[in-house]
């Protein structure tokens, strides 16, 4: 089984320049500044199914194309790494363990985009990423793979680490340009999309750190071998691999760079199965925004479309695993109160609503819960669900509590009836 | 007054973006790494200095959880309090911590200890969940928290 992300990734000593060159790193750039125009990269991209590992599986390659042909210069690219989704822990290992893939990366999507300026914007706790991206970016200008005129090709890409002061609304693309942009990192108005007005009204395309680090084996390989990485059932839509991960009450809680495509049961094989006694409740298949999966889904494929039957998505593909002897109505108010606290207030329904469901999360939780309480968190998951909101950030956080009452309604309802939480 | 070096350091970063709105958050955080924390005067300078209207900065300065706008401790512990630190137990060793670092009662999230060493913030996932619980002292991350490794931790910062 082929792991291209990781296979080089050294969390404890990452590869400098010379060792990722030994191993083939800046091919994939010299290649494509050579011999292939950025349509060229584009189509290539297009044709391997790469979709954003962000959590919302656009298809990249479509994403880049969004740019209109005459669109002005300068144009943008960011690079999302502000890795907060609660639960998510996949950015950090290449980043940290291989910080030159992601720049690889990020270069050939910059020149795909006929992007002039790139910048990262990086979490402000990843401070060793920081040190690591520093180094590795002082590195890649030395050797002349940024700066003007890179390999002698005509083509200048100036890169810049920003480091970001927290919040987790900065995540969200637009949110993330106001970021850069020196505000307050509200979300923005679509349309405009980024690609036509982004960061300081130019065109911009947002990539996460997975995904960019998927692009120089994409170039190097070819998008055929990129698209037969993934399972048979996802190669329709997706391809390549995943970073998959588990947290939680398992043996062994861990990151694999697995086949896309891959079930939760592989994934939780691999984390050992569950602690001790404890039995599985269900689990959230990609972070806090996503519904909760139970033992008869185990076998759906974690690719971008198949968790749709079942009522979910892979979101991150980091899963976070309930155990029979954790409260589930505990577990959705600790993600209720980490949604309402970074809420930007920008929304009336996402600051209001949040709130109010926090609140009653905690009242059921301290024995104070009261008949139609849950009618109330439903009537909220809707109110503040998809549509009604300029983000994803309230809609992400009805997914868990949606499907909590839907898998768990009974450990509600006992929370009201016995003026207590029962597992306390 | 900016400092020579704030100055010097906030310049830099002028040269990596079009617009002189866009090193508010930069020029914040270098005023914080020399000073603390960024006081209304703090604010002030950087407003001149950036030619943005100081309630703008002000906004932004509010908006971001690492910006300190009243005076923090020689050390700051981030605690992780989201789901997967939770599932793991965090609230246990997160009253062991407070009960370590009070005097009389348990020190509150949001407080500085009496002798000014530590200052005890919430933080948002730190994307270590596989290590849960985990905490950050200022730019060190610590993971796999227990009581007896969180006195061991404390000990290293004075």
Known sequence: METPLTQNARPDCPPDRAAYERAGGYQALRIALRNLTPQAVIDEVKKSNLRGRGGAGFPTGLKWSLIPKDAPHPRYFAANADEMEPGTFKDRLLLEGGPHQFLEGLMLASYATKADVAYIFLRGEYVLAARRLEQ????????????????????????????????????????????????????????????????????????????????????????????????????????????????????????????????????????????????????????????????????????????????????????????????????????????????????????????????????????????????????????????????????????????????????????????????? | MLSEEERREIEHELTRYPTRQAVSIDAMKIVQKHRGWVSDEALRDIAEFLQLPMADLDGVATFYNLIFRKPVGRHVIYFCDSVSCWIMGAPRQHDHLCERLGAGRPLQAGETTTDGRFTLLPIVCLGACDHAPVMMVDSDLHTDLTPARIDRILEEYN
Not at chain 1, 208 to 216: A, I, M, R
């Open chain 1, 136 to 424: 590795a970016i002082a590195e890649a200008y030395a050797a002349g793979y940024l700066g003007r005129n890179i390999l002698g090709s005509g083509y200048s890409l100036e890169l810049y680490l920003h480091s970001s002061v927290g919040r987790y609304m900065c995540g969200e693309e637009t949110a993330l340009m106001n970021a850069l942009e020196g505000k307050r990192a509200n979300p923005r108005t679509k349309p405009p999309y980024p690609g036509t007005s982004g960061l300081w009204g130019k065109p911009t395309t947002v990539n996460n750190v997975e995904t960019l680090c998927c692009v120089p084996h994409i170039v190097n390989r070819g998008a055929e071998w990129f698209r037969n990485l993934a399972n048979t059932s996802s190669r329709a839509k997706d391809g390549g691999t995943k970073l998959y991960g588990a947290s939680g009450k398992v043996k062994r809680p861990g990151l694999w760079e697995l086949p896309m495509g891959a079930t939760a049961r592989e994934v939780l094989d691999r984390a050992g199965g569950m602690r001790g006694d404890l039995r599985l409740r269900g689990l959230l298949p990609g972070g806090a925004s996503t519904d909760f999966m139970t033992e008869e889904h185990l076998d759906v494929p974690l690719d971008f479309t198949q968790p749709q039957k079942v009522g979910t998505r892979m979101g991150t593909g980091t899963m976070i695993v309930l155990d029979d002897r954790t409260c589930p109505v505990g577990m959705v108010w600790n993600l209720e109160q980490f949604f309402a606290r970074e809420s930007c207030g920008w929304c009336t329904p996402c600051w209001s609503g949040l709130a109010w469901v926090e609140r009653i999360l905690r009242a059921l939780e301290e024995g104070q819960g009261k008949p139609g309480d849950l009618e109330r968190l439903e009537f909220q998951t809707r109110f503040f669900g998809p549509g009604r909101t300029f983000c994803a950030l309230a809609p992400g956080a009805a997914e868990p509590l949606q499907s909590a009452l839907k898998y768990f309604r009974e450990d509600f309802e006992r929370h009201i009836r016995e003026q207590r939480c029962p597992w306390s």
